[in-house]
């Protein structure tokens, strides 16, 4: 009967022992069980509430049970980006232009001209280019304070009186030729060899340039007239260009003559067709582009231009062999074609009287149209030989007058064989 009862008591403490261990488990964390004294404490540190820690989201027997579920988290509104903050120091200003060099404000009246300009969109860019050439660019983007503006109605500016003097002398030369058309003569020619000069030195006036290798010259009307009919009896002379051009007073005018020529530039891997890959082609232009801007003085006596001559010659390609693998050739080899390229730039200005015409040699330049462009051996990279080609280029500007005054003459005194239907 003693056995039994203890027994009994033995049955009843170990009941309430599980219980006890069941209601700790269920207040420190889901799922944990004490397998001795030492987890236990261990267990009661690591989840202790520390001081200076947010208080702990309690967990219920629910939450415990209940599988969770993953939601989408809301979008969170997106702040507009805020501005740069910039680095450099700034102020604001105030309403009035700084003029610590006497600098004053003025408008010029430019429609006159730009409103008879049909050849281009903005002809008042004509008017500060010109502008910018005279006075330089640096006088307007330094000390002092300056302001160069043009709409097709008016050119604001704003300078020293000084500098203010010159642009209105630009802008007379402008409005006072009422954007008149101007014919030139405009003959760009080539020689195979520079000897001419022998027999024409006794007619050229030097005239300095600032280019290396270029010469300028002037001649009298007659003069440049024997010049050129001396000239024409080469068997090596060859004509570029038109002979007549008509320019507004102060616009830009582009001859240009180029011809494409391609070349292999790379390989492209095309594993669907045959070889394995595609060579991929590239096209230089080759050619030469003149571009004329005059602007007469307002008496009309003197002639300020730009010439600008661009020259591009392709003088060989040179191959080179690459690795091409395929899966079915893995020691496939492709050719591919590295171009040559020869250059000549020529951009300077000059000044001349109006009854003269200006010569200037740019020297043994590359030429790349030969002949009308072509080559003279059809089927040939190089028009003949293995040097690429060279010529002496010459370029004769003359002007002709006012347009309404000399359109009709002109026409009628145009010389098919000089001019051969090209331009």
């Not at 002949?371 to 280029?393: F, H, M, Q, V, Y």
Request: with cysteine; charged share 20%.
């Amino acid at each position: 009967m003693l056995a039994r009862s203890t027994f009994s008591i033995l049955l009843i403490l170990v009941v309430a022992h599980a219980a006890a261990a069941q209601t700790a488990g269920n207040a420190v964390a889901p799922g944990a069980a004490w397998h001795n004294a030492a987890g236990a404490v261990q267990q009661a540190s690591a989840t202790a509430p520390v001081a200076s820690d947010p208080p702990a989201t309690p967990v219920t027997p629910a939450t415990r049970l209940t599988p969770s579920v993953a939601r989408p988290a809301a979008p969170a509104a997106v702040a507009p980006a805020a501005p740069r903050r910039a680095i450099a120091q700034y102020t604001e200003g105030n309403t009035t232009l700084p003029n610590t060099a006497g600098q004053i404000w003025r408008e010029y009246d430019i429609s006159p001209y730009t409103l008879r300009v049909t050849s281009t969109n903005r002809p008042e860019q004509a008017v500060v280019d010109w502008i910018l050439r005279e006075t330089g660019y640096e006088a307007w983007h330094g000390d002092p304070l300056a302001i160069l503006s043009a709409t097709k109605r008016s050119l604001r500016v704003y300078h020293t009186p000084e500098m203010q003097n010159v642009v209105a002398d630009i802008v007379d030369r402008f409005v006072n030729s009422q954007a008149q058309s101007r014919v030139f003569g405009l003959r760009l020619v080539s020689l195979d060899q520079p000897n001419w000069q022998t027999r024409a030195q006794s007619l050229l006036h030097p005239v300095p340039t600032q280019t290396p290798g270029v010469q300028a010259w002037l001649l009298e009307k007659e003069d440049a007239a024997v010049l050129l009919a001396d000239l024409h009896r080469r068997l090596d002379y060859r004509e570029h260009s038109s002979p007549y051009l008509m320019v507004n007073n102060g616009q830009s005018t582009v001859v240009s003559a180029f011809h494409g020529r391609s070349y292999i530039r790379e390989v492209a891997a095309r594993p669907n067709v045959w070889p394995g890959f595609e060579r991929v082609p590239g096209q230089i232009d080759e050619g030469f582009s003149l571009e004329f801007s005059p602007l007469l003085s307002l008496d009309d006596q003197t002639i300020d231009a730009t010439i600008k001559c661009d020259i591009d010659q392709l003088e060989k390609v040179i191959p080179v062999t690459v690795d091409v693998p395929t899966a079915v050739a893995p020691r496939q080899r492709a050719q591919i074609e590295q171009p040559q390229i020869t250059r000549c730039r020529f951009h300077e200005r000059f000044r001349w009287p109006s009854d003269k015409v200006l010569l200037v040699g740019l020297g043994m330049v590359p030429m790349p149209i030969p002949t009308d462009g072509k080559s003279l051996l059809p089927g040939l990279s190089l028009p003949l030989g293995n040097a690429p080609p060279r010529a002496d280029l010459l370029l004769f500007v003359e002007s002709k007058g006012d347009a309404p005054q000399t359109a009709t003459t002109l026409t009628a005194q145009r010389d098919p064989k000089t001019y051969r239907g090209r331009y």
